[in-house]
């Protein structure tokens, strides 16, 4: 079974800096997808970027980046001029199709990032 | 485009009561899925549904647990015979026909409390 390893808990960044979640997982397949999702704190889960593995340029999104290293098997999400809003519950994610059409998703235990301003 | 609703927002039961959830997808995801969040973990899957099949469960789906999708639009997901174990975060989420984009929208969640 996929399983998705985020091993910081807890995470701090002061207000307009810049921080780097990290995200390992493992997999056999080649085909696959990798997400970040934030998780504020009694509010849905959003998503905050996406990565396909066959593609080897790393996903942007404004402020939020990804280090996608295939071999390493690693999906760190970097998050550049923090801002208070940033402040929420992490959770890296792993997707692959299955023979059901299902592209269920496996997370991480996730990481809280504070914001200090 | 409301988003993915999830009703009831709480909810609170004595062990041994059954439960009901309720799931609206946003229109047009005939995708949908249950996934279970317990506190400080991430979420965990539970069932998918393309249009009105139930197409997979997982093993963490137990015989006291039943989810239904009728028509193909919104989902329940009923739990029988409620254990302290079954308290968590109960999150729905839907996406599009296409696997192309495969990004799933979650609703808010229902949190059960069974005491």
């Known amino acids: 079974a996929q399983t998705v390893t985020q091993s910081q808990p807890e995470m701090s960044v002061q207000e307009a800096e810049t921080v780097t979640l990290s995200c390992t997982y493992d997999?056999?397949?080649?085909?696959?997808?990798l997400f970040w999702y934030k998780q504020p704190p009694s509010r849905q889960m959003i998503l905050v970027i996406r990565q396909e593995a066959y593609k080897q340029q790393n996903a942007t999104e404004n402020r939020f980046s990804v280090n996608f290293q295939k071999a390493a098997k690693s999906f760190s999400l970097k998050i550049s001029d923090s801002q208070l809003g940033d402040a929420a519950m992490y959770f890296c994610a792993y997707s692959e199709p299955s023979g059901a059409g299902s592209y269920q998703l496996t997370f991480g235990k996730g990481t809280k990032l504070s914001v200090i301003p | 485009d409301t988003g993915v609703s999830q009703n009831p927002r709480h909810k609170i039961t004595k062990r041994g009561q059954n439960v009901t959830f309720r799931c609206d997808p946003i229109?047009?995801?005939?995708?949908l899925y249950w996934y279970r969040q317990t506190l400080g973990q991430g979420p965990e899957f539970l069932t998918y549904?393309?249009?009105?099949?139930?197409?997979?469960k997982s093993r963490l789906l137990s015989d006291r647990f039943s989810a239904e999708r009728p028509k193909g639009s919104f989902s329940t997901l009923e739990i029988q015979r409620t254990e302290q174990g079954d308290s968590a975060m109960y999150l729905c989420?839907?996406?599009?026909?296409?696997?192309?984009?495969?990004?799933?929208?979650f609703g808010a969640g229902t949190r059960l409390s069974v005491l």
């Open positions: 989420a839907s996406s599009l026909p296409t696997s192309a984009k495969n990004i799933q929208y």
């Open positions: 229109s047009e995801h005939n995708r």
């Open positions: 549904f393309q249009n009105e099949a139930q197409l997979e």
């Open positions: 997999t056999s397949e080649s085909d696959y997808y």
